[in-house]
């Protein structure tokens, strides 16, 4: 391989973003390099390869930088088309894909984050995402189509958004003590949340809970006990 043809990533692995150009390039069996940022200490390579946002993920790829983690699959979607397609072939699904792609990142992520950093007491926060949630499973019935993943019988670009989340809402669950996906009122994301983390795509770059949980104490300041 050439010089110039060498695939680098660089993340941060508990970012839910930069798991997904990971999955995406496990599913088109891209051998690549992983250049793991420290956090609070940007390094001189992020802060050259995305000087716009000064954020990961940045895929390189043939001396060129490549930002943002949705737009990275659709990149690595497009340029090793010998693997599965990780965007539906039809106008309309795709279309569709990218909606609920921008939603998970507009609603979902921002309500993730603020449950996190209010550790579990912003009551708010925590109703959007239920909210969000049910609108999810809806998109799951409609998109799926019966099968296993909101790409058919494959992972592909929703999976991808959405799945990368997964650990994040397994980790609140289990420090705070609420459900988001459970069997009752969610049961289509219920199956299909453990039939995605188990996949071979994802299992090997999905932190677990545990580690998780370790992150959170050491980043997210514990507010003090409410009083009455």
């Known amino acids: 391989m050439a010089a110039n043809d060498v695939v680098k990533l660089i993340g941060l692995w508990p970012s839910p973003f930069v798991m997904r150009p990971r999955i995406a390039l496990n599913l088109k069996s891209v051998a690549h390099e992983n250049f793991e940022e420290i956090i609070g200490n940007k390094s001189d390579i992020l802060l050259k390869s995305n000087p716009v946002y000064k954020k990961v993920p940045v895929l390189l790829h043939r001396n060129r930088s490549i930002c943002e983690s949705l737009i990275i699959v659709e990149y690595i979607d497009e340029t090793w088309t010998s693997g599965p397609s990780i ?78 989340n997964v650990g994040w809402i397994r980790t609140l669950e289990t420090m705070h003590g609420f459900t988001l996906i459970n069997d009752e009122k969610t049961p289509g994301l219920a199956g299909w949340a453990e039939r995605f983390w188990a996949h071979e795509a994802v299992k090997d770059v999905n932190p677990s809970v545990e580690k998780l949980i370790e992150f959170s104490h050491e980043v997210f300041t514990k507010p003090p006990p409410s009083t009455s």
């Open 87 to 164: 965007l539906p072939s039809d106008p309309y699904d795709r279309a569709i894909a990218r909606f609920w792609g921008y939603y998970v990142d507009d609603k979902i992520f921002p309500s993730l984050s603020k449950i996190a950093k209010s550790w579990g007491r912003d009551e708010d926060a925590l109703e959007q995402a239920k909210t969000a949630m049910e609108l999810m499973e809806k998109a799951f019935k409609d998109c799926s189509k019966g099968k296993d993943f909101f790409n058919g019988n494959q992972i592909g670009y929703l999976d991808i958004a959405f799945g990368s």
